[in-house]
Each structure stands twice: as C-alpha cells, then as structure tokens.
C-alpha cells in the first residue's frame, strides 16, 4: 500500500487518501475470525462481538461498512459492534470480512512503526476498560455506546502510524526532546493537522452515528458522556509510560467530579500499583486542567 512521505495541506486531502484506502487490522484478528469460520456453527455474537472490541480498526471497518450497507427503512444508527453482529447474522459477518489486510503487513517495513502502532492500540484497549467502568458507575444508559467511543479515540494515530510512519515517528521524536510538547502542537507541526482535527473529519466523512461522533468531539465536553470518554483517552495517555506523569493529578481531579467519588475510591478502582498511591493522594491536581480550554482549531 502506498504511504504518506510528504504532510498534506488540507484535511480533505488527508479524508480523501484514507477514505480510499483498505483499513488494515491486526494480523490476530484475522486469524481468529478465519478459525471462527471454521467453527461458526458453535460461535455467538457475543464471541465475536469481543474479538472485534480488542482492535480498534476493526472496529472502525465494521462500523463503516454497517453504515455504507444501511438499508432505507432502517431508521436509527447502529452504535454497538455487537447489534452491529446480530443486524448482519454471524455466517455474513464472517465471510464479508474474511480477507482483510493487516498492519503488521501494512508496516513490515518499519518495525519501529510496529512497536509504536501496538503501543496505541494498548492505550486505546485501556481508554475503552476505563470509560466502560465509569460509564457503569455513572449508571449510563448505554455502557457499550461508551466503550465503542473510547476505543475508537485513537484509530487517526493508528492510521497514521500504519500509512505515514515516518511523519509520525517525527512527531514522537518532537515530544522525546520536549517533554513539555503537548501532541496536538507536535501533530500540526509534522501534519499540519492535530489528530483530533483530522479524526473528526473523518469520522464524519465514513458517516459515523452522530451519537459516537459526538462523544469523540472535545467540543461538548459540557456532556457527561463526552467527559467520560475525553478523560478516560486522556489517563490512558498519561499512564502510558507509568503514573508519575505531570498531568495525572489533574485527570485524577477531574475524574473524580465526574463520578463524584474519592482519591482512595479512585484509585483502587484504577488498580493503580501501590508505590504510586501515595504521592497520587497527595498531590491534589486541578480539574479544568484535565479539560480542553478551547476547540481544537481548523473547524
């Protein structure tokens, strides 16, 4: 497949050369849902519906193609994989998507790049468990909705990764020698273009449920529900390298208005190790820190 050497000027360039491109998935996804069709007489929905949930992408692609293959009279979005499953029957949903691409194959050129899309498919599997748990705890009307969200969050980094490898391990570079370089302004500085500005374009140009965009949009942080995805995708990031982050303070400040629960609750529900307890209970953080001041720029 062919990559991105050279940054874009224009968002619709950067919809257009995805939108076009086959969604490549990970290689243990497609080798799972080939051994489910082998045994799909003894697979349900909910099986395969969780294999779905653990790769981001293919996610994406089912989502996508749900949308893509609506029929007129259905008269409301799909917004969970596993409606997505029973509205398309197992037996279908194997075989439309038994001959995907994969990353690894996508970026076997750049084992570099590997490790770096593998690291943020970890963070968005992360993101995904903490929004689903706060999302039970907040009593929503639809935890899955939640999840699908969250999980989702980091699909423009891992399609950046796995078609402009090189633009983006210039990025990473950009943040390694300034750890102070918040992503977004590294991102336009390699891009032009932050994640979150090229995700929104996106997601609205495949025709996403309004409901999943806008819990993906920093823009209504106003909504419970957006805050819930927006701070869990920011904790998973925060804690990618350990919990002696800057930031975590004020995620952990933030999370907890949210859920209106105690530093000691919290953490004990984010299992975080026990040398880190102590100093994450002392040191306070500031709420409106962990939450956008302003929307992103470009829209």
């Known amino acids: 497949m062919a990559l991105i050497n050279q940054p874009f000027d224009s968002i619709d360039s950067y919809t257009s050369f995805f939108s076009q491109k086959p969604i490549p998935v990970l290689k243990h996804t497609v080798k799972e849902l080939q051994a489910m069709r082998e045994q799909e007489d003894s697979i349900n929905g909910r099986t395969v519906a969780a294999l779905v949930l653990s790769d981001p992408m293919m996610t994406l692609k089912v989502l996508i193609h749900i949308e893509a293959n609506r029929r007129a009279r259905q008269n409301h979005d799909i917004t969970t994989i596993e409606r997505a499953i029973m509205m398309m029957g197992i037996s279908p949903f194997l ?58 969050s980091e699909v423009t980094e891992i399609l950046c990764w796995s078609f402009a490898p090189t633009l983006t391990q210039q990025v990473y570079e950009m943040q390694r020698v300034d750890r102070e370089l918040r992503s977004a302004v590294a991102q336009r500085a390699v891009f032009n273009f932050s994640a979150k500005e090229l995700q929104l374009a996106l997601v609205r140009h495949w ?93």
């Open 95 to 152: 075989r439309d998507f038994s001959d995907l691409p994969t990353i690894e194959g996508q970026i076997s050129a750049h084992p570099r790049a590997l490790v770096g899309v593998l690291k943020v498919i970890s963070r968005a599997r992360r993101a995904a468990r903490y929004a689903r748990d706060w999302a039970i705890l907040r009593h929503d009307l639809d935890v899955d909705e939640i999840t699908v969200a969250a999980l989702l």
């Open 207 to 299: 025709h996403l449920p309004d409901l999943l965009v806008s819990m993906m949009d920093e823009r209504q942080i106003h909504n419970p529900r957006v805050r819930t995805v927006q701070l869990a995708n920011s904790l998973a990031r925060h804690t990618a390298q350990g919990w002696d982050n800057a930031a975590i303070p004020d995620d952990l400040s933030a999370i907890e208005n949210l859920l209106h629960i105690g530093r000691d609750n919290l953490l004990n529900r984010l299992s975080v190790p026990h040398e880190s307890v102590e100093a994450l209970l002392r040191a306070g953080g500031n709420a409106e820190g962990a939450l956008p001041s302003q929307p992103p720029q470009g829209f």
